[in-house]
């Protein structure tokens, strides 16, 4: 059972435009990651979210964590070629070990020059 | 700090072989995982530790061993190798996010590529 979907799937830009990507989910959880992974590297986290409505930024990403804690958007604004990779989101259950992480199954980006 | 090592980064094996997949990190957590990622299923969690003499099952731990001697070391064990076991495996350590916070922040190792024909 995926208890983390992502949306969407693949998604195939021009560098300059912004795009938006969900992570959804009908379970609560602990707190929320994002990872990105570039084509036969490891993911590399970007950023933790533990309240429910924070929103965090980093350079030209924008992590928002929903109120309810299920669900969580990162948007990109005028993406860059380097903006490219799987990002992958990941989240903790609560009454679980925190270290156990539901990974979503990605949304693959391209950012054409 | 050279972070999350494994080794080999390619591996082909033929069905009924064993071999051990190694992992080792040098930031002194506590918390190890082991993850295999294959198309349109995301990271699924195979076996995981935390902390050296401890170990216990993921999501998908079957035909796989683990065992933790040291802080620095999980190594993870195909007992007998077979097709489904194609996959990309990573290992990963983990730390805490923050201060007030029970949430883990997990840094991967750069992935073995396995293939069982």
């Known amino acids: 059972t995926q208890l983390l979907e992502q949306s969407p799937q693949f998604l195939s830009i021009q560098e300059g435009e912004n795009l938006t990507v969900y992570c959804n989910s009908s379970?609560?959880?602990?707190?929320l990651q994002w990872y990105r992974q570039e084509p036969g590297e490891g993911p590399v986290l970007l950023v933790t979210v533990v309240t429910g409505g924070e929103v965090k930024k980093l350079k030209r990403l924008t992590f928002q964590f929903g109120d309810a804690r299920k669900d969580s958007s990162l948007h990109i604004t005028a993406a860059q070629p380097g903006d490219t990779g799987l990002y992958l989101c990941a989240g903790a259950r609560y009454g679980g070990a925190t270290n156990k992480l539901i990974f979503g199954t990605g949304t693959l980006l391209a950012v054409q020059p | 700090n050279a972070g999350v090592t494994q080794t080999p980064k390619f591996q082909v094996l033929k069905t009924g072989q064993s071999m051990t997949l190694q992992c080792a990190q040098d930031m002194n957590h506590e918390y190890m995982s082991w993850y295999r990622q294959d198309p349109g299923m995301g990271l699924r969690l195979i076996h995981y530790s935390v902390g050296a003499g401890i170990t216990d099952q993921g999501e998908v731990p079957n035909g796989y061993n683990v065992s933790r001697s040291t802080t620095e070391d999980f190594p993870l064990r195909l007992l007998s190798a077979a097709p489904s076991q194609t996959s990309v495996y990573f290992c990963a350590s983990s730390r805490l996010a923050g201060i007030g916070t029970s949430s883990y922040e997990q840094y991967f190792g750069p992935g073995t590529r396995l293939t069982v024909t």
């Open positions: 379970s609560v959880f602990s707190s």
